[in-house]
């Protein structure tokens, strides 16, 4: 079994994708080509914003938003504790301050109340100007942006959506990678919306963040290629790589979306069936969906973990760990100054844990797996 089956995705698309890629490969434009503009419209009509630009990954994506809104040095970016090391990376990379913030038990998303207290630290202290909070949709789920936006409105904070999981979800307000002044996504294969490969975008319907990033993205170029006009940085997708997304994009809008919607029903229902209030399951939120980027469940501890994924190990269910440090504890960031304590971070980096999650996972699989769960926290085995 594969913990997210791109095999299987494969073969259900191979006649469309080799279709793609032969294309490609006949046309001999392979950088910027014509797939790239096409997905960008694409992208930009599902996601309802004015401007996508593509860009390599999405590290990249988050990177080129930070310069479009000109962070650097002396400023402070609020970041949730618990998420992949990117998120705050970048922050750093742009000599700005990560100021971490807890999350929100239940959704894994950034808490509110611990970003007001950040944010209250950090203008008390007056060392640092604050900019922006970067709030991530964890696991596929988008973050309380109307809570979010209101906070940042109130201090004159930049919000960036960190949307590298969260293609596809959604909310009342809008689709995920609409929800920040400016978003960002990741299309690395094992994401909601994958490529054979790296990729990413920004999504804004600001045109001179836009026009910045366009112009970032090719080593800073003007009108001219050879013009430069600022330095920049080599981030563009490969046509090959945005003609297989326009493909995947048509299976996740027709069907993959609802699919795996389906898939995490069915195991919220037969995993509380079975084990009622033993262990936690994904919470989402009244009128929000999740584009289930990971089922992830919430264990006792980090032994009864352990021994779960042994357990389903032995019995050839693969599981994952995202993630098993926070962010403040990781040795990058060991000279960070915490301007608040992290108790829900550091709890669910002890007892989280993620099943397989994809849109061809069948009933029987899902079965199977549950069986296999159940089976080992009733004996403890």
Not at 333 to 355: E, M, R, W
Request: hydrophobic share 40%; with cysteine.
């Amino acid at each position: 079994m594969e913990f997210r089956d791109l095999k299987k995705q494969y073969q259900v698309l191979k006649a469309d994708i080799d279709d793609a890629m032969q294309k490609v490969a006949a046309s001999g434009n392979y950088i910027m080509g014509g797939p790239v503009i096409e997905l960008e419209e694409q992208l930009a009509d599902y996601v309802g914003v004015k401007h996508c630009i593509t860009c390599a990954n999405g590290t990249d994506a988050l990177t080129l938003a930070l310069k479009s809104l000109g962070i650097g040095k002396g400023d402070a970016v609020f970041v949730p504790d618990f998420t992949f090391f990117a998120s705050a990376e970048v922050v750093a990379l742009e000599g700005a301050t990560p100021v971490f913030v807890d999350v929100n038990p239940r959704t894994f998303n950034i808490d509110v109340v611990s970003l007001k207290e950040a944010i209250d630290a950090v203008e008390n202290e007056g060392i640092l100007k604050m900019k922006a909070i970067i709030a991530v949709d964890l696991f596929g789920l988008p973050a309380d942006f109307i809570a979010v936006r209101k906070i940042a409105k109130q201090h004159g904070l930049y919000v960036i959506e960190d949307g590298a999981q969260g293609f596809g979800g959604r909310m009342a307000e809008g689709i995920a990678c609409s929800l920040g002044d400016i978003s960002t996504t990741s299309f690395f294969p094992a994401k909601p919306l994958g490529c054979y490969g790296d990729g990413g975008a920004v999504f804004t319907n600001n045109d001179e963040w836009a026009d910045m990033i366009r112009s970032l993205r090719i080593h800073g170029k003007g009108r001219n290629k050879y013009d430069n006009v600022r330095i920049g940085m080599n981030s563009r997708i490969d046509t090959l790589q945005a003609a297989i997304l326009q493909v995947k994009l048509n299976a996740f809008k027709e069907h993959e979306l609802e699919a795996v919607n389906h898939v995490a029903a069915q195991y919220t229902r037969l995993i509380n069936q079975a084990l009622g209030n033993a262990i936690t399951t994904p919470y989402i939120s009244e009128g929000y969906m999740s584009s289930w980027a990971q089922y992830t469940l919430q264990l006792t501890d980090a032994s009864q973990r352990m021994g779960i994924q042994t357990h389903m190990k032995e019995t050839g269910i693969p599981t994952m760990i995202y993630y098993p440090t926070p962010m403040s504890r990781q040795t990058a960031f060991s000279s960070v100054h915490s301007y608040v304590d992290t108790p829900n971070a550091q709890k669910l980096s002890q007892c989280v844990l993620s099943l397989p999650m994809h849109p061809y996972l069948t009933d029987e699989d899902i079965q199977m797996i549950v069986d296999a769960l159940v089976a080992n926290i009733k004996t403890g085995k």
